[in-house]
């Protein structure tokens, strides 16, 4: 079955369509390699660095944030001592919360 050409779809129309979409993706794959993330996984100490640079940024954000939530507890623990139940448990949990940050410190 051969398939029939218009007069709309030649087949150096057709090659004009490759070639333009061929130059297209030329370009985009050109600014591609100029982004700075491609530019940065050319060099292997580069990529070291970059990891032990985001490595030691999630390791800060951590300890600063368990600090934070850590003395919150605390500081939310030490306000019900109120309750009489609670409050005694709270205040016995707070003072074991407290002797364990200053041994650590």
């Known amino acids: 079955m051969r398939r029939r050409k218009t007069p709309q779809s030649t087949d150096a129309d057709q090659v004009k369509s490759l070639e333009a979409e061929v130059h297209a993706l030329q370009s985009e794959l050109a600014l591609m390699r100029q982004h700075k993330m491609f530019l940065l996984y050319q060099s292997v100490p580069k990529v ?18 368990a ?39």
């Open 48 to 65: 070291l660095l970059f990891k032990a640079a985001q490595g030691a940024a999630v390791g800060l954000g951590t300890v600063l944030g």
């Open 67 to 105: 600090t934070v939530l850590l003395s919150l507890m605390v500081w939310a623990l030490s306000q019900i001592e109120f309750i009489p139940i609670i409050g005694e448990w709270s205040v016995s949990l707070a003072e074991e919360i407290q002797a364990i940050i200053s041994e650590a410190e």
